[in-house]
């Protein structure tokens, strides 16, 4: 346990923070999921969108269409019924009056004939019905009403011929398509049965299927000349007038019709193009509005082809896509939202795992009086977490003040495999004991005894602890510490003497207060040795203590009951070896003699350290060694 937590300590990963990581695994599920809903939607929704433009295009041009053969089956089919009846009958003016009555009843059942007329086999008129202006029927002989001749005229027909439809042909402002049938007497051409129809009345009829203000319904005839066009009101005005018809499209000034020749069909209606509708998207110049044009061309009325159509405006025609686009955008946005959510919900769920990585960072620094106990939670499997997470948390605290601190610091971050293996090194080593501790204790009671341990242990740990050292054990009213292990410095013995001073400062200020509060002041001996010893792991496998054994602390711990003899009644006195004196210079100290210490046969030259003057300002008392040395100086030269 403790190299993972050294591991955790030294080798901290830089990892990414599992929210992150979570909500944005989830998000990305997520998205990727609505992605692929709304991917089949808009596919589904576009197939469908441009299907149904296809049956628009389809039954709107196929109605237009069927309007215009309609009207003009009219005539065609009154002419062939006509023809039944004259056929093998003389068609010269001796059979006007026979003939009269059946050409009347046909122009007044067809109110699309304008003309109904029988001419010779040379192509000469010989009579038929006119009608007015006004609706008058009138019957006529050879040219007796000149405006009839002007709306037809005969295309080139065999006697065998169907009915064939001549040129568009104007008249009194008014354009006429005309149709004729042979007339055939025993075999052979005898004459010619031709009806003339106004294309207004075809104009007036398609209008009806006009889509509204964005539509406009037209007929144009032999490539260019429109024919018929529901909104000429909303063209250009020409002479500062509403263009008339026939006009070809360049006079027609129509921006749209300009643009059908050069548009190439679009490659999404193929259904209208198998039905023959072709679907153009006419780009207007400047500012003007975009069209959506759909066309289909019929063969059959004269020399040349009609085109029948209708064009929207795109913004008409597109609010589908552009619905279509919306519901994308609304589906996009709807997935950002999702994500979001999702890493927020993420967030939510992984806080208390923040929570307990909060309170594992301080529990690595061993800052545990930082840990707050995590709170209960409704959730079963967290509130079981946050229970033994707290148990640990108290186990910790609990066993905290056993362990030393710094020491373990120590130990994670040089590595406990290595630092901790027991080991010879050169150490310097404090030994501390309390002068007559005994008998001043059988004055006290047990709480008062442990109150002023606990408060003299807190110096004394605090000024080794300052100067880098490691604690190893208390020993009755003594304490043991040393320098040099487990981190490795070569300043061991300067840090042991600069604590040691610190310790001497901090026990006379303790015992000033003491005794301005009554209290019991102490006298303390401390003794100082730098040797080689064993330091490392020592103990049984469940019960390992980080120590120093050796003679070298046998040694420090016989110098400080050396100075019960040396400086009996000062309140404290450090001695320290020749050992640990030849690592330092110019350390004020002044020689004690050899001495023969307990239980030991070979002299120990025995140095007693000078303390610092009593009232120093405790900044100028903890200083370096080096402040310490001047200290030493101005001592040495005031005495």
Known sequence: MIARLRDYSRKRIRGISMTLLVGAAFGTLLAVSMLLVLSLAVTANVRNTFSLLNDKAILATNALERRVRGHLALAQDAVEALKTQFDDRSHDLSAFDELRPIMLAAVHANPSIDVLVVSGPNGDEEFGIFRAASGTLWPFRRREVPDAARRYALPRVAA???????????????????????????????????????????????????????????????????????????????????????????????????????????????????????????????????????????????????????????????????????????????????????ILLVRRAARPLKEIADRADHIAALEFDRVAPLPRSRINELDQV????????????????????????????????????????????????????????????????????????????????????????????????????????????EAAVRASLAIATAVRRANARAEADGGHPVRVRIGLHTGR????????????????????????????????????????????????????????????GTHVLRGRQSAVSVWRLDLPPEGLPAEDQQGGMAGAQARYARDAAGD
């Open 160 to 342: 065998g011929s169907p009915p064939t439809w001549g040129p568009l042909l104007p008249a009194d402002d008014t354009l006429y398509a005309n149709v004729t049938v042979p007339l055939v007497t025993g075999g052979a051409l005898s004459g010619y049965l031709t009806a003339a129809i106004s294309i207004e009345e075809i104009a007036r009829s398609v209008r009806q299927l006009d889509d509204g203000p964005f539509a406009t319904v037209f007929i144009i005839a032999n490539g260019d000349e429109v024919i018929a066009h529901s909104d000429l009101d909303r063209l250009p005005l020409v002479d500062g007038r509403v263009p008339r018809l026939p006009a070809s499209i360049a006079e027609l000034g129509d921006p749209a019709l300009m643009r059908l020749r050069d548009s190439p069909p679009l490659d999404n209606f193929q259904q209208a193009s198998a039905a023959g509708v072709t679907v153009r998207d006419l780009e207007t110049e400047g500012d003007g509005p975009d069209y959506l044009a759909m066309t289909k061309t019929l063969a059959g009325y004269g020399p040349g082809l009609w085109t029948v159509g209708q064009y929207y405006e795109a913004s008409s025609v597109t609010r589908e896509v552009r619905r279509l686009i919306g519901s994308a955008a609304v589906g996009l946005v709807s997935i950002l939202i999702a994500v979001v959510l999702s």
């Open 386 to 493: 946050y229970r033994a997470f707290n148990a640990m948390v108290d186990g910790l605290k609990a066993m905290n003040p056993y362990v030393p601190r710094s020491l373990f610091r120590k130990l994670m971050r040089l590595g406990v495999d290595t630092a901790a293996e027991a080991q010879e090194r050169d150490l310097t080593l404090i030994f501390t004991d309390i002068v007559g501790f005994t008998s001043l204790s059988e004055h006290l009671s047990a709480a008062d005894t442990a109150r002023m341990l606990n408060d003299h242990f807190a110096l004394l740990v605090e000024a080794v602890e300052a100067e880098g050292g490691t604690v190893d054990k208390f020993v009755g009213d003594g304490m043991l510490a040393f320098w040099g292990a487990p981190d490795t410095r070569p300043d061991h013995a």
């Open 533 to 592: 010893v064993v330091v490392g792991n020592v103990g049984a496998r469940d019960r390992w203590n980080y120590t120093v054994v050796g003679d070298a602390v046998n040694l420090c711990e016989r110098l400080q009951a050396l100075g019960r003899d040396i400086a009996p009644d000062s309140d404290v006195v450090i001695l320290a070896s020749d050992a640990a004196m030849a690592r330092l210079a110019d350390v004020p100290a002044r020689a004690e």
